[in-house]
Every structure is written in structure tokens, then in C-alpha cells.
């Protein structure tokens, strides 16, 4: 049966794409800041955000962007005391957050909530308005990234100098923190709540052999993560595996071939 004319077929690829270039490019200052776990923490607070908007009677989305921002408000507050390590806050927060989360959900009797298209995503079932969300949150996220990617770059290189320069460091990691709750609350209908992080981490990863300069591994990011959407949603189609996941899958075949397979930038 072919499937192509399904609008839910052409639906899912404009959510998938749409997040991907969004989601590629910032995730590669989660990689050059070395803060692939704090995707991890952002992406479970997420579920603790999916449980306050179901209490609330409010859009999920709403909800996991204020519980992602939240935390990682706590986290750059936190960090400004330098008693515990990185590590260990991010542990704290992650866990703390994820089980605070299922314990909410515990309480609500009346409501049903899907907890598996949550945590691992359900692209087949987007609708228009949820690609109005992705398409308005990704313009956003695109924007504010554009708008402070010499800050950003600055603060991630050498903090102490960006400081000296006049870069208000704390406001831009705000910022930072903002422009991933964003993503986080537009991807967890795509690849879910416990796969987000693959989105941030393994494009960007893909594409620094590569690149030669930041913007440059920004934009090859932004297209391995295209590739991989596509290449996992057309498996998913031909092979009826999981949509989300067939994604990230996708994404780290395409890494380890360009790990294996191509030769590193001079």
C-alpha cells in the first residue's frame, strides 16, 4: 500500500524537518559546552510539564516548557554557588524532576495519558495545529539563535574573557536555557520525552568532522538531522517501526558511517 498521498504521511515529514533544523543547530552548543546531560535533565523535567498541564487543564506544551525553564533556571542558579558539581546538580534535577512527574500523574484518576507517545514521541499523529506549534517555536528558537549566536559563541569559548568583553553571562545562559525549553516542548510529540536528547547530540556530533568553523557545523547539523528524519520516518513506513525512534536510530547509522566511512577534516 502506498502511502506517500497520505496528508498524515506529508504532515509528520513537515513536523520532523521542522524540528530538525531547529534542534540540530543549537544542539551544537549543547555539544561544544559539553552539556549532552543536561538535555537528559531538561528532556525529564519535561514529563513533570506533561503532568502539571494535564492538573491544569492547560496545553501539555505550555506545561513542559515551563517545567524545562524552571529547572533550568535552578540549574544556572545553582551553578552561581559551585558547592556541588555539574554532574551532581544535573542528577539531582533530572531524576527529582522525572519521578515528581510520574507521582502527579498517579493522582489525576480521571484523565488517561498515553505516557508512551510521550516519552518516545507519536510524528504519525501530529496535527496542523501541533505543526503551527513547531513551526512557531522553531522560527522563534531560529530568531533568538541568530540574535545571540556571538554571545552564545563568546560565553561557550572562554566565559571569563566574554565577561571582561561586556557579555552579561548570565542573561545569555537564560537565554540558552529558554531556546532548548522551546525545543524540548516542540520535539516531545516528534521523538519523545527520552529521546530528545538524540536530536541535540548525535547531528551536531555527525557533523563536526566536517565543519570548519562553527557556523558551518551549525548548517551540516541542520541537514544530518533532516537526512535522519526523513530516512526514519520512510523506514517507519516501510517496516512499521516506531516512528521516533527509527529517527534516532537513523541519525546514529548516519554518524557511525560518517565516523567509519569518511575521513576527518585537515
Known sequence: MNLLGEPFVWRALA???????????LGCFVVWRRM?????TLSHAALLGVALGVVLDVEPMLGVMVAALTTGV???????????????????????????????????????????????????AVTGGDIGWILAGGALVLGMLVFLWRPLLAVTVHTDLAQVEGVSVTAVRLAFVLLLAIVV??????????????LLVIPPATARRFARNPAQMALLAALAAAIAVSAGLGASLGWDTPAGPSMVVASAVLFLLTVTLARPRS
Do not use: K, N, W
Not at 513536523?15 to 543547530?25: D, E, F, K, Q
Not at 515528581?100 to 484518576?109: C, R, T
Open 185 to 198: 516542548a516542540v520535539a516531545m510529540r516528534i521523538v519523545g520525552i527520552l529521546l530528545i536528547t538524540s
Open 36 to 40: 549532552a546531560y543536561f538535555g537528559d
Open 74 to 124: 535552578l540549574l544556572v542558579g545553582l551553578q552561581r554557588f559551585g558547592e556541588f558539581a555539574i554532574d551532581t546538580v544535573l542528577g539531582i534535577l533530572a531524576h527529582s524532576t522525572l519521578a515528581l512527574g510520574v507521582v502527579v500523574l498517579s493522582f489525576v484518576e480521571s484523565v488517561r495519558v498515553d505516557l508512551f507517545s510521550y516519552l518516545f514521541g507519536d510524528i504519525l
Open 15 to 25: 513536523a520532523g524537518l521542522g524540528v530538525a533544523v531547529v534542534a540540530a543547530p
